[in-house]
Structures are given as C-alpha cells and as structure tokens.
C-alpha cells in the first residue's frame, strides 16, 4: 500500500510547469505581477482549501525565482518556460528575489518558531554564499544565526519565556532588541549581491498546534518589520481563524484578528 499524492520535488514541480494540465501557470503568472508592484516589507495571504494545491503553487514559485536568480545554481530545466513571449516570462523581471520556504507543520514541535525559521533562512543564505564561493558570508550567516540561538539559552527553555515571567523584565527587552538586530544582520548577509528582496514562504501554518501558529504570525511581525523582506502565507484562513478563535477564545473574532498579519489577501480562485 502506498500513498498515492505526490511530494513537491523540484522534478515533479517542473513537470507541471512545463505541463500545466490545471493551468495553473497563468494563476503564476498573475503572482508575479503581484510581486512586481511591491514596495518595501509586504505580507500576504495565498488563500484556499486543503488539497487546492497551495504547496505546489508556492513551491514552484520560489522554484521560478531560484532558476532566474542569476546568484543562484541554474538547473536549465525551466528555460523553454521564460522565454520571450512565453506565459511565465514576467518572472524574469524579478531576478533579484532569494526565496525561502519553511514549513510550519514540519516545524511545530518545537516551543519556538524563530530558530527554525532562522535556520531556513540561514541554510539558503550559506548555499547561495557556496555558490559564490564566498566563505566568508557563510561564517557571517552562522555568527548572527548563533547570536540568535542564543538568546533562547540551553535544554530547550527559552530566556525570553523565563524572562517574562517578571524574573528580569529588563533583560527580556534587552534579548528582543538582540533579536530585532540579529534578525535583521541574518538578512543582510543571507541576501546575495543582487537579491535585495527575502521572499520567505510560510506553507502549512493552518495545520499546526495553535499556540505555535500565532507565535509565528506574532514572531514574523514583530522580528521581520524589514523593507527587504515579503512574506507569503499559504493557508486555508476559514481555518486558520478557527485556531485563532481557539486560542483566544469563544467568540473571538479571529478573521479579524488575522487581519493584522497581512496586507493582502489572494482568494482563492474560481473552478476553471
């Protein structure tokens, strides 16, 4: 017995590009001019069901900006699909992107979100700093990614939680400030010389324990205030409000409450 969906791999994200059966390649094409008139630090949603295809959506995203990032491996596997005149040309205008995906629900057993987030960032940052062969972004990525783990202290328990416990309120302030800095010297030397956008995808975060998923929305806003970065949720947000109403309550207003984590909503789209 085996399971019969497919995984995201890069082959099997380019065999649908290249056959677009769904024709889902216009719906990317679309996305791209969304991303093009974006200014400065950006948060959006790209809303819909479970088992509409989200994760494929954004991974071939993030697969597109990789292979016309000009700082990053070509697998010329994509070629005959950004050519002039062809539907996902427009994405050729946006070569200076460095995508990161993270997967929430692969991340949701740990107590906090911004190590493993940092991670994400910082092990796409060093392979862009291999590609370049330039070691010396690679010890900078792995000081600023160690200052961050830092701050969450040792065996699991994180200083800033100890901290707020009214221990050391000041040191609390301090130690954010320190994440504040650290989050952002970890974009300055993940980006490559010509990526001067962080377009961090966050894919599953309807499916995780509600106490991790609103400590990533609340992480994400307060840490990555950026005008380098943009960040693109992938949820089903009917969902994710029920999580949030969860959390914080019976008839807590949760779609609203979601509000406060993104500048636009893409719905889903119409059955073609």
């Known amino acids: 017995m085996r399971r019969i969906d497919s995984a995201p791999t890069r082959d099997t994200l380019v065999k649908l590009l290249h056959n677009d059966a769904l024709g889902r390649n216009g719906d990317l094409a679309e996305f791209a001019g969304i991303l093009k008139s974006i200014e400065g630090g950006f948060s959006l949603f790209v809303d819909a069901d479970w088992g509409s295809g989200k994760t ?140 001067n956008t962080l377009l961090l995808i966050v894919d599953e975060l309807d499916r995780c324990r509600p106490s991790f998923a609103m400590k990533v929305l609340e992480q994400l806003k307060n840490l990555f205030a950026d005008d380098r970065v943009v960040i693109v949720y992938s949820v089903n947000a009917n969902q994710l409000s029920h999580v949030v109403e969860g959390t914080y309550g019976q008839g807590f207003d949760g779609r609203r409450y979601l509000s406060r984590f993104y500048d636009l909503t893409i719905p889903p789209k119409k059955s073609r």
């Open 56 to 195: 494929f959506f954004v991974r071939q995203v993030a697969c597109i900006l990789e292979e016309v990032n000009p700082f990053l491996e070509s697998h010329g596997d994509l070629d005959g699909l950004l050519g002039n005149n062809c539907e996902l040309a427009p994405y050729t205008e946006l070569n200076s992107f460095l995508p990161v995906y993270y997967n929430a629900w692969e991340n949701d057993h740990w107590d906090d979100p911004l190590p493993s987030i940092a991670a994400s960032i910082a092990l796409q940052g060093d392979a862009c700093a291999s590609f370049r062969s330039d070691t010396e972004a690679g010890e900078k990525i792995a000081g600023t990614l160690d200052a961050i783990l830092g701050v969450f202290g040792h065996g699991g328990a994180s200083s800033l939680r100890d901290a707020f416990s009214g221990r050391d309120l000041i040191q609390a302030y301090r130690d954010r400030e320190t994440l504040r800095s650290s989050v952002s010297n970890l974009v300055d030397v993940a980006l490559p010389e010509k990526a």
